[in-house]
Each structure stands twice: as structure tokens, then as C-alpha cells.
């Protein structure tokens, strides 16, 4: 079986993407950044007959992500695909109206977020030694507009 990891899969477009991917066979690996949103649907992911677990990771900890890479393949075996699909959206104001904080910790989350996963050596060489070819990355991107 092989296995993907979808962030930011406890929710909205990440939790679809979760469960389209265990109904064309993959095991799932949830890393969501609260257990609690991720686990119902890491059960949802095991309703379709793969495996499905759900990791609690914050993809802006290098850290984090290396240890969620770690317990994915101690525990299924393998990691072939990697969808990073982490985003927070920012508060509902005008887009001139956020602060340099708000602007910080959503820069921090698409920008490392988005790089982390890809760029950790371990990554890398897990997704490659599984046999997949090379590491096959995905990233959503989602750009909308405040009114």
C-alpha cells in the first residue's frame, strides 16, 4: 500500500484530499497541527479500508516535521506521496487592516509550511527509498479576496 501525508488534512479542502486518497488506496497520515481535528477524520480514512493516523505536527517546526516523517515510516512503513495543503487564513478584516504579526505567523505557515516537507532531507531520501521514484510534492495554494 502506498502511503501519503497530507498537512493541514484535519479540515475543509485538506480533509477531502485526505479521504479522496484512501478511496484511490492510499494509507493517509493526517498531520494536522490539533489531534482533535485530525483524528476523526484519520477514522474516517480507515472507513475506506487503508490505513489512517493521524500525526499532530506544526509544519513551521523543522523539528516536527522530521519527527512526523520518523513515525509515519516506523509505523506504515513507507511515505510516497507528500500534499502540503497547511494554511491559515487570515482574520476576517481587510487585507490593509492586518497586522505585521498576523502577516508573520500566515507568511510563516505558507512560506516554511510549504518547504519544510519538501526541503527535510529526510523527506526526501524516505520517499525516494519507498521505491515511488522521485518524491512527488504537491501544494495547494488558495488566494481569495476580503470584502
Known amino acids: 500500500m502506498r502511503i501519503a501525508v497530507v498537512t493541514g488534512a484535519g479540515q475543509g ?11 484511490a488506496g ?4 493526517i ?5 482533535e481535528t485530525g483524528e476523526p477524520v484519520a477514522a474516517e480514512v480507515r472507513e475506506r479500508g487503508v490505513h489512517g ?11 516536527a516535521v522530521e519527527a512526523m516523517v520518523q513515525q509515519t515510516v516506523t509505523e506504515l512503513g513507507r511515505l510516497d506521496v507528500m500534499v502540503h495543503n497547511a494554511i ?15 502577516w508573520d505567523e500566515l507568511s ?5 509550511g510549504s518547504l ?11 520517499i525516494t527509498r519507498s521505491g515511488g521514484g522521485p518524491p512527488r510534492r504537491f501544494r495547494r495554494t488558495v488566494v481569495g479576496q476580503h470584502t
Open 116 to 126: 519544510f516537507p519538501f526541503v527535510v532531507d529526510p523527506v526526501t531520501r524516505v
Open 13 to 23: 479542502v485538506g480533509r477531502g484530499i485526505a479521504l479522496a486518497l484512501a478511496e
Open 26 to 29: 492510499f494509507g493517509v497520515v
Open 53 to 63: 493516523i493521524c500525526i499532530e505536527t506544526d509544519v513551521v517546526d523543522r523539528a
Open 31 to 35: 498531520a494536522a497541527r490539533r489531534a
Open 108 to 112: 510563516q505557515i505558507a512560506v516554511w
Open 88 to 102: 491559515k487564513p487570515p482574520s476576517p478584516h481587510r487585507v490593509e487592516t492586518v497586522g505585521l504579526d498576523e
